[in-house]
């Protein structure tokens, strides 16, 4: 039972897989334990031969010997009545740890894997906290934000979703839609952090080329672009965050990310 429990709480406090490995292998090897001492100390061992005769017992030595069974019967039971009852409920704590994992298998604790919480008005923060303002990144600068209220240590699987690599480019050099032309005021743009091909973190920023690149397979996007693949297997633009300017120089974001976060195979409403 303590080792269905350590094991149900290493891995729902985010997991570690050596105090998993540890408390499922606890909790088998104490049932196993149990089996053995069973089989060997509360079962009887006594080896009882009882040769053929032609004679049939008597009525009295029929009824004596279902009388001594059924004691022995009544008195067996109620002697591991309490063990069968523990044997049971360390079954039902190691089935209650199994649901942790097959719990993961559904949909994640956000509702779907794939989808951030930036939406309009969310201000831009750093993993601590702090906000975000213009004069704090300079051209060629490149910071990753989150949006508030979304960061810390039991925010960790919506801050993996959620992370936005801010850049600072020439305003110039943007080469936008439309659609998108306010999306970059003073040439700040956002882009998810999270490759389109496989997942990754796309954690470098080519100044002198305004590019972003995922170091796992080098999937290169432009900035100036909207995140377009320039390079590398990723298939897909990074999603763009629209970023607005308060008059105290505050970030904001301007709408919701422009795409799904990740890569195709995340898409659940796919397939």
């Known amino acids: ?27 088998f090897l104490g049932l196993s334990a149990a089996l053995v001492v069973w089989s060997t100390q509360l079962l ?24 001594r069974l059924e004691d022995g019967i009544d008195t067996v ?22 649901l942790f994992p097959i719990r ?43 949006p508030e209220g979304e960061v810390g240590p039991d925010k960790l699987i919506n801050m993996a979703n959620d992370a936005v690599m ?13 659609a998108r032309a306010s999306w970059t005021p003073q040439g700040f743009a956002g882009f998810s952090k999270v490759c389109t091909h496989a997942g990754c973190p796309v954690a470098l920023y080519r100044a002198a080329d305004q590019q972003l690149m995922c170091p796992c397979h080098q999937s290169t996007f432009d900035v ?19 970023i607005a300017i308060d008059a105290d120089g505050t970030l904001r974001a301007a709408g919701p990310l422009s795409g799904f976060v990740g890569p195709d195979t995340w898409n659940e409403s796919t397939g």
């Open 1 to 27: 039972m303590a080792g269905s429990v350590a094991f149900a709480a290493a891995f729902s406090l985010g997991g570690e897989n050596q105090i998993e490995g540890i408390g499922l292998g606890l909790a």
């Open 44 to 67: 009887p061992q006594t080896k009882v031969e009882d040769p053929q005769h032609p004679l049939a017992s008597s009525a009295a030595e029929r009824a004596d010997a279902a009388a």
């Open 77 to 98: 039971i109620g002697r591991r009545t309490w063990l069968v009852r523990l044997a049971g409920t360390a079954v039902a704590f190691l089935g209650a740890a199994a």
């Open 104 to 146: 993961s298998w559904g949909p994640s604790p956000r509702g779907r894997a794939g989808v951030s919480d930036w939406k309009a008005g969310r201000r831009l923060v750093r993993e601590d906290g702090s906000v975000v303002r213009a004069g704090d990144l300079e051209i060629g600068s490149a910071l990753t934000v989150f």
């Open 166 to 178: 801010l850049v600072r480019a020439e305003p110039a050099a943007f080469e936008l839609p439309s």
């Open 224 to 242: 100036t672009k909207g995140g377009t693949v320039v390079f590398g297997p990723a298939n897909r633009s990074l999603p763009q965050l629209p």
